[in-house]
């Protein structure tokens, strides 16, 4: 390896301002080396070590998502991307504009010195960026991790000078950057807090301080490896709470007995799990308390309940709000949805991942069944649309209208918008690139060649093929004739914390 400063480069010219501020530079930094910090020189050069190439980072981040919290995992990604951000702009732009050699090593004492000293350019700090930038990631999508994790961060940008490897502007500037590269990755893919839901309409909802009244029923079946620590946890928490665990076959009678003693009906475990609770709760007139305990949690996450502590204060407060319920009836079939409807593609790719996933698992049955169903040589729906017969791919239909944030998936902002947001992707030629431009062009306000969407209140569809799949909040039904969806406004109370004042 050869450095990066070549020394026979001429020095720049004259500048009164640049040299005082270099000069100044020099000054904190002698002060720095003729300073003495109690434990520092057995702590800073062993942390400035453990830094190198990020795996100080990489480790706690590991370390965070074993607390296996969502906020904690998505708090880990981000200061993980925020700090491959960082690293990538100080290595192909930093490093090269500021051709800074290192500072001279004679006023640090040598039990401070790094046993292997950096031979790059010296401006701006790499160590620096990268602790400030993992750090704001953090803190941006969790404060409490944040705070965990920013005298880490401080302690490794301040190493960099107290071992002598960086000038103090060297290490400013990198954490400056760092913050930089986490605001950009925050632009770019918002935090959650970001797309609060409003808290409209409210709901009058019993207070329940200690849960007295609430019969949560938990799917042990459901596809969250955090499950069963949120039951746990929601009995610790509101400890009059009745709990009932069952297996997936008996999820929707044990929610009818449910919802005949209590006062408020409890659901833990994915889409289609709540989807019955919901509409059980709605059938019964109760209040609806959802603890996330699915893969995605849709319904959950975009009511702003990410967890045991969201869902239990709401209860013990009595917080709630009154949401949209979307509701289909076609072929003999009838039934509600909180999230989505959708007809073509992708209840065929349900039908096809639920026949492979008991054999190879979940994730890899998706993929392939994804990849069985747009090599398929034929249009899944041909429907009657706005009166004309057309083929499609896809027709989607959403419970309140799906926003795009960033290269972030589409979030709901408002669940009692009284719309339906219906997307659709023509038949044609090559449905997966039809299909992954839909998808990339997120929501749309205009028709395109070969996607489209509207917000409407209700829909019908006419000439739906006998034995058509139909897929609602991840259940899968058949339907034919004439297929009617509508909304239910501000149908379904459910618990929700209010934001704090």
Not at 161 to 189: I, Q
Not at 413 to 440: C, I, K, S
Not at 471 to 493: C, F, H, I, N, S
Request: glycine share 10%; with cysteine.
């Amino acid at each position: 390896m050869s450095p990066d400063v070549d020394l026979t480069v001429p020095k720049p010219g004259h500048h009164v301002l640049r040299e005082r501020l270099l000069a100044l530079d020099c000054k904190v930094f002698e002060f720095a080396a003729a300073s003495h910090w109690p434990g520092a020189e057995r702590v800073l050069p062993r942390l400035s070590r453990s830094a190198n190439h990020g795996v100080l980072w990489f480790a706690t981040a590991a370390a965070m998502a074993a607390s296996r919290t969502p906020r904690a995992r998505r708090a880990a990604a981000r200061g993980l991307a925020s700090l491959s951000l960082a690293s990538l702009t100080i290595n192909t732009l930093g490093k090269r504009s500021v051709r800074r050699p290192r500072p001279v090593l004679d006023p640090v004492p040598l039990v401070r010195r790094l046993r292997r000293q950096p031979i790059t350019t010296s401006f701006p700090s790499g160590h620096s960026a990268s602790a400030a930038a993992f750090a704001a990631g953090v803190a941006l999508e969790s404060p409490s991790w944040g705070a965990a994790v920013a005298p880490v961060a401080f302690s490794v940008a301040a190493s960099r000078v107290y071992t002598g490897v960086h000038f103090p502007s060297d290490v400013l500037a990198g954490a400056a950057l760092g913050a930089g590269a986490a605001f950009a990755v925050r632009a770019l893919v918002p935090t959650r807090a970001q797309a609060v839901p409003p808290a409209r309409p409210r709901a009058r909802v019993p207070a329940l301080p200690d849960g007295q009244g609430l019969v949560m029923v938990a799917n042990t079946g459901s596809g969250s490896a955090g499950r069963a620590d949120g039951v746990r946890a929601l009995r610790d928490s509101l400890p009059a709470a009745e709990v009932v665990e069952c297996d997936p076959a008996d999820v929707r009678a044990e929610l009818e007995k449910a919802a005949v003693r209590a006062r408020v009906l409890g659901v833990c475990g994915g889409d289609g799990t709540v989807n019955a609770a919901g509409g059980i709760a709605l059938r019964h007139g109760l209040p609806l308390a959802v603890l996330p305990g699915g893969t995605l949690n849709h319904f959950a996450y975009d009511l702003g309940v990410e967890g045991v502590r969201d869902l239990s204060r709401a209860v013990q407060e009595g917080e709630g709000v009154r949401v949209d319920v979307g509701r289909f009836t076609g072929g003999g079939q009838e039934g509600v949805f909180l999230n989505t409807f959708s007809l073509g593609v992708y209840p065929e790719l349900v039908r096809e991942r639920d026949r492979w996933s008991s054999r190879i698992g979940g994730w890899p049955a998706g993929v392939l069944a994804a990849l069985r169903v747009v090599r398929a040589d034929r249009h899944p729906l041909e429907v009657r649309f706005r009166g004309e017969t057309r083929p499609l791919w896809l027709l989607f239909v959403g419970n309140g209208t799906y926003h795009r944030m960033g290269l972030a998936p589409g979030r709901r902002l408002d669940l009692a918008d009284g719309q339906l947001d219906v997307r659709v992707v023509h038949g044609g030629r090559h449905p997966a690139v039809r299909l992954l431009a839909a998808a990339l062009a997120g929501p749309l306000t205009l028709p395109r060649r070969g996607h489209a969407a509207v917000q409407v209140g209700r829909l019908r569809l006419a000439g739906v093929a006998p034995g058509t799949l139909l897929a609602y909040d991840g259940e899968v039904t058949e339907v034919d004739g004439e297929v009617r969806v509508e909304k239910l406004p501000e149908a379904l109370t459910v618990y929700r914390p209010l934001p704090q004042s």
